[in-house]
Nanobody, 126 residues
């Protein structure tokens, strides 16, 4: 069974930074793309960022581009999301997820990910 455990959420003021971590118990972690999604109250879960299985490429939602950075450490089976210049509209529960198929290219759809973490709350106050 694949398990994902997020950490690093919390409350910050606008302009502040947080770093989310996601530890993955998957023997073949390095073969799968990883993604971060978020869900605000009353809204659907939305794509935030993804990183290719190799770590060589990344892709971001327009709303976070230039402020967030996704990275992975395949030796530690961990993916990170560095969030800078946070805004109140970034407030949401953040989820990490691992792609349903190995290797491949860009994956930004919720249905392209098969295992999810429990989520970590990020609250940004103005």
């Amino acid at each position: 069974q694949v398990q994902l455990v997020e950490s690093g959420g919390g409350s910050v003021q606008a302009g502040g930074s947080l770093r989310l971590s996601c530890a993955v118990s998957r023997r073949t972690f390095s073969s799968y793309a990883m993604g971060w999604f978020r869900q605000a109250p009353g809204k659907e879960r939305e794509f935030v960022a993804t990183i290719w299985w190799s770590g060589g490429r990344t892709y971001y939602a327009d709303s976070v581009k230039g402020r967030f950075t996704i990275s992975r450490d395949n030796a530690k089976n961990t993916v990170y999301l560095q969030m800078n210049s946070l805004k109140p509209e970034d407030t949401a529960v953040y989820y990490c997820a691992t792609a349903g198929l190995p290797y491949g290219g860009l994956r930004i759809g919720v249905d392209e990910y098969d295992y999810w973490g429990q989520g970590t709350q990020v609250t940004v106050s103005s």
